[in-house]
């Protein structure tokens, strides 16, 4: 069963990680730095305990090469935990532009450790999006 379920969340990431422009963003909340974070609430599906979806954030440092990054992420609504399965970085705002070199991965298999789930407050950036997710999953 984890190897169907892994193997479908595969193939959603190599079919639509560099399409930026078909997601439908919805800014949900905003960090202290200004970094924006959107979902597309057409990604939000549930896979027995889990519900899969895809994130954008928005960098507010015009000076960093990395303006933004789309991942797709796995949560437990139950304790508010939150895992990334892929990431991509854009040198431009709203996962536009260039993929940045080195920063397009499936990250259980790329960098396993960070394939561990973090909890999050419910009032933190994260967390209002996760509460989100959920509420829509």
Not at 79 to 85: A, D, G, V
Not at 111 to 125: A, L
Request: proline share 4%; hydrophobic share 40%; charged share 25%.
């Amino acid at each position: 069963m984890k190897r169907l379920i892994l193997t479908l969340v595969i193939i959603l990431i190599s079919t639509n990680i560099l399409h930026a422009a078909k997601f439908n963003w919805k800014k949900i909340s905003a960090n202290t730095n200004d970094d924006i974070f959107y979902l597309d609430k057409n990604t939000v599906y549930r896979i027995g305990d889990y519900i899969y979806y895809w994130m954008l954030v928005d960098f507010s440092d015009p000076g960093e090469e990395i303006q933004s990054t789309i991942t797709h992420n796995m949560v437990k609504c139950s304790t508010l935990e939150n895992r990334p399965i892929s990431i991509a970085g854009f040198t431009k705002k709203k996962g536009r532009g260039e993929p940045m070199t080195g920063l397009d991965f499936i990250v259980p298999e790329e960098i396993p450790d960070m394939f561990e789930w973090t909890k999050f407050q419910k009032k933190s950036t994260h967390g209002i999006l996760l509460v989100e997710v959920c509420s829509t999953g």
